[in-house]
């Protein structure tokens, strides 16, 4: 691990204090921040996001807040893509990337590459397992997962039906999930994880 780059990740749900422990962080050791926020990717959704303020930011740069429309789809790879830039300029300032947010899969992407996110999205099939998980219902759905691919069903709930959807497109386009067993980490990761009382 001793070539790789470093990283510091701050995870945790809402409301737990990682956005200040990030600040204090980046303000101790020379560092900027990419968040790790699904929703926070979006415009003019703050209130709810819990979106950290300039006053709260204390000149320390936030990378990918507000960078998409909410009727816009954003994928685990185009974030993946993105975060891997901001962290490759943030190095080349000699700075220290911190990955901050609560969105496990977008820190998964990040940590561990998820070829899979690769395979674009298949617009028709999805609608179809829409339309199946609709009429049937998710536990249906999550059925036809486990029917294909159990360990992948029983790491995905019934309930996450965008998960379960995503999971059977890449199946069907490769016809299998790379095992999650043998991911390597592409980061020298020093990983903090926040459960604070909101």
Sequence with gaps: MENLQKLAVICGPTASG????AVALAKAVGGEIISADSMQIYRGMNIGTAKITPHEAEGIPHHLIDIAEPNELFSVAK????????????AARGKLPILCGGTGLYIESVLY???????????????????????????????LLRAKQPQAAADIHPNNVKRVIR???ILKARG???AEAIRVPRYHAAMVGLDLPR
């Excluded at 990682?18 to 422990?21: N, P, R």
């Excluded at 891997?84 to 943030?90: F, K, L, R, V």
């Excluded at 998820?114 to 829409?130: G, I, K």
Aim: aromatic share 6%.
């Design 176 to 178: 299998s999930l790379p």
């Design 113 to 143: 590459g998820h070829d899979q996110a690769n395979v674009p999205p298949a617009p028709n099939y999805r609608a179809d397992l829409e339309a199946y998980a609709a009429q049937n219902g998710v536990q249906a759905l999550h059925d």
């Design 167 to 169: 999971a059977l497109e």
């Design 79 to 90: 974030y993946q893509r993105m975060a891997q830039q901001c962290m490759d300029e943030i």
């Design 18 to 21: 990682k956005s200040a422990v």
